[in-house]
């Protein structure tokens, strides 16, 4: 982001489920004035496909908007239940609700997801399928290995970019409240 010859750092934000990017300046935007959005050879998509260098420009109003307050955290309750019923049943992740609802003694892939375990399971812990990403990258959903393999692909064998074997859970995709919900509790900083 720049104005003439002066660089504005700020914060990116992706959201893989909206398939959107945004841009927060660190220090606010100025009131009526003209920027620059600069897409740069180099910048490559999930799949690995370079883009092609751009330039936007936009001039903001007359009056500089209201700063954004701080989100909120998302507690580890918000995200609970998706857990509890997505990923518990034979071969998964957590034992079913029938069975007590708590940890198995092995589970997929050696991953437990009961709500003893999950947090220190997920949290800077790397993906065993793609190591160079941690199946939750603290406040940077985009980031995190779990989030990209709850996506859904283009197809239901084909998994979201960047992932390896199918996508999880098994059967329907999460929806994206669901999506929503787990992106939250890992943008805000996830815990219990």
């Known amino acids: 982001m720049t104005t ?13 489920i ?18 620059d959005v600069n897409v740069r050879a180099g910048l490559t998509s999930l799949q690995g496909c370079a883009a092609a260098p751009e330039q936007h420009s936009f001039r903001t109003a007359l009056a500089a908007p ?6 909120t955290p998302t507690p580890y309750a918000a995200v609970q239940p998706i857990f509890a019923a997505r ?9 079913t609700a029938d069975d007590g609802g708590g ?6 892939v050696g991953l437990s997801l009961c709500d003893a375990d999950l947090v220190d399971a997920v949290l800077d812990v790397p993906s065993r399928q793609v190591s160079r990403l941690n199946l ?11 989030l990209r393999k709850l996506l859904p692909g283009d197809t239901p064998d084909r998994p979201a970019p960047t992932t390896l074997g ?3 859970p098994p059967g329907a995709p ?8 787990i992106a939250s509790w890992i943008d805000t900083g996830p815990a219990r």
């Not at 209201?66 to 989100?71: G, L």
């Not at 940890?103 to 997929?108: I, K, Y």
């Open 136 to 146: 939750v990258e603290p406040r940077d959903a985009a980031r995190s290995y779990l």
């Open 18 to 35: 909206d398939k959107t990017v945004t841009y927060a300046p660190s220090g606010g935007w100025r009131a009526d004035l003209g920027y």
């Open 103 to 108: 940890c198995l003694a092995s589970p997929a």
């Open 174 to 181: 999460l929806t994206d409240a669901e999506l929503r919900a």
């Open 66 to 71: 209201a700063a954004v307050p701080p989100e």
């Open 4 to 16: 003439g010859a002066f660089y504005h750092p700020g914060a990116i934000r992706v959201d893989l």
């Open 166 to 168: 199918q996508r999880d």
């Open 87 to 95: 990923c518990a049943g034979a071969g998964c992740h957590r034992a």
